[in-house]
């Protein structure tokens, strides 16, 4: 059971726009920076967003990070079949006194 | 471009201790702010926090593996080190190390990941 809450899937087709989102609390998005990374099949995740809406260098600005209260969101545009993958948000978690992750959503291109 | 490498046994025994090496390269582990983390995916699940250190000394735990968990530096061999003792199979999973320029967890270097196994 992760501490953030993320649909397990979610799809869209080329070109279209689809958003994944990420649900924690007070003691983790509410008050603290989200975190994305895109995990391939049998690599290593890979930092897409940080700070919640920065991209680190190299990452195309199809990729976009937005919260609110105490969830966050993570949208692609311009789906492509390449963005198929696993999702995860991530955030420091006050409670736990460090980083949490959640679940993973695996997104399809149809 | 730094590069983190990790290495150790694939196979433990259940009560056994599992030890992994991560060495850093392309960068040294004394430089800066970075901290140096140890991070674990189980099959086919999320990824779990398991700890860091921060300037060498400073570490801090998942509090549900704290009372089994070691992590140190060496800094002659510019690596970090994890230590999990009495290992059970829901230890079994694939360990990454990872670096974050900042608090974490905005990991922005990960190693490849090794499979670490638990079983007789």
């Known amino acids: 059971q992760s501490v953030l809450t993320q649909p397990p899937s979610a799809s869209g087709t080329p070109g279209q726009r689809v958003t994944i989102s990420c649900s924690g609390s007070s003691s983790n998005i509410g008050t603290n920076f989200v975190y994305w990374y895109q995990q391939l099949p049998g690599t290593a995740p890979k930092l897409l967003i940080y700070r919640n809406n920065q991209r680190p260098s190299g990452v195309p600005d199809r990729f976009s990070g937005s919260k609110s209260g105490t969830s966050a969101s993570l949208a692609i545009s311009g789906l492509r079949s390449e963005d198929e993958s696993v999702y995860f948000c991530?955030?420091?978690?006050?409670?736990?006194?460090?980083?949490?992750f959640g679940g993973g959503t695996k997104l399809t291109v149809l | 471009q730094v590069q983190l490498q990790e290495s150790g046994p694939g196979l433990v025994k259940p009560s056994q201790t599992l030890s992994l090496t991560c060495t850093v390269s392309?960068?040294?582990?004394?430089?800066?702010?970075?901290?140096w983390s140890w991070i674990r995916q189980h099959p086919g699940k999320g990824l779990e926090w398991i700890g860091y250190?921060?300037?060498?000394?400073?570490?801090n735990y998942n509090p549900s593996l704290k009372s089994r968990l070691s992590i140190s530096v060496d800094t002659s061999k510019n690596h970090f080190s994890l230590k999990l003792s009495s290992v059970t199979a829901a230890d079994t999973a694939v360990y990454y190390c990872?670096?974050?320029?900042?608090?974490?967890?905005?990991?922005?270097?990960w190693g490849q990941g090794t499979l670490v196994t638990v079983s007789s």
């Open positions: 250190i921060h300037y060498s000394v400073n570490t």
């Open positions: 991530a955030s420091w978690d006050d409670s736990l006194s460090g980083p949490v």
């Open positions: 392309g960068g040294s582990i004394n430089s800066g702010d970075y901290y």
């Open positions: 990872a670096s974050s320029w900042e608090l974490p967890p905005g990991f922005d270097y």
